[in-house]
């Protein structure tokens, strides 16, 4: 038998029990891992300010599971409408000429033999939603994407200039229903042997 005081009491413990247990599931912004525990790269700001675009690159290849956590950060961009008009294709050793060779650098940038990008993501783009909202949509998952690849230290550049986009889209069998957006060149930055910075 418990008496009313009894259960009260029970029932406060249980109550501050539970709000204790449901203050550790909020995130703690200065703390190095996630509530789950996975590790957070850095700060979004550091992140921001350290972007630039990068055309020399070390022949280091990027880990595929780096790219697809790439990617994933792109789809987590915003979209008007919720369209998410937007696919992507990782592109590899083995099918990097096939880009290369087709793309633009702003002038007098163009990465020279043995700095080339090692990997590339081309953002395809709905052709349901060609207007601005799918191009701003597409712009929004192209900045996750740049700024996702500073937080794991690798360097890139927004490719908007790509010559031969249907056949690119052949060479990649991309589905009919979607076109060429940009191209993201990837890799990790060159650094210079005397001053370890990258150029
Ligand atoms: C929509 C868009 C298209 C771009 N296309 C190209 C391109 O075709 N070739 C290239 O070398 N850089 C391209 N860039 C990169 C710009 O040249 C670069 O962002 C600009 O010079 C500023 O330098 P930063 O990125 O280092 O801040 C593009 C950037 C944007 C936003």
């Not at 890139?156 to 990649?172: A, Q, R, T, Y």
Request: charged share 30%; glycine share 8%.
């Amino acid at each position: 038998m418990f008496h009313v005081k009894q259960i009260r009491r029970f029932s406060l413990i249980f109550l501050l029990i539970l709000v204790s247990c449901q203050k550790k599931q909020e995130v703690d912004y200065n703390s190095p891992v996630t509530p789950k525990g996975e590790e957070i790269k850095k700060d979004v700001h550091q992140i921001i300010r350290r972007r630039k675009s990068v055309r020399k690159f070390s022949e280091k290849p990027i880990p595929i599971g780096i790219l697809e956590k790439i990617v994933e950060d792109g789809e987590l961009a915003p979209s008007a409408g919720n369209t998410r008009p937007w696919d992507f294709v990782i592109v590899g050793k083995g099918r990097l000429e096939e880009i290369f060779k087709r793309i633009k650098w702003l002038k007098g940038n163009k990465p020279k033999k043995g700095e080339e990008p090692t990997a590339y993501i081309i953002i395809l783009q709905d052709k349901k939603c060609l207007g601005w909202g799918g191009i701003a949509s597409c712009a929004a998952a192209a900045e996750n994407i740049l700024l996702s690849a500073t937080g794991y230290g690798i360097g890139s550049c927004w490719i908007g200039s790509v010559n031969e986009k249907e056949k690119l889209k052949e060479v990649f069998k991309a589905p009919e229903n979607l076109e060429i957006f940009s191209v993201i060149a990837l890799g990790y930055p060159k650094v210079d042997a005397k001053t370890g910075a990258s150029p």
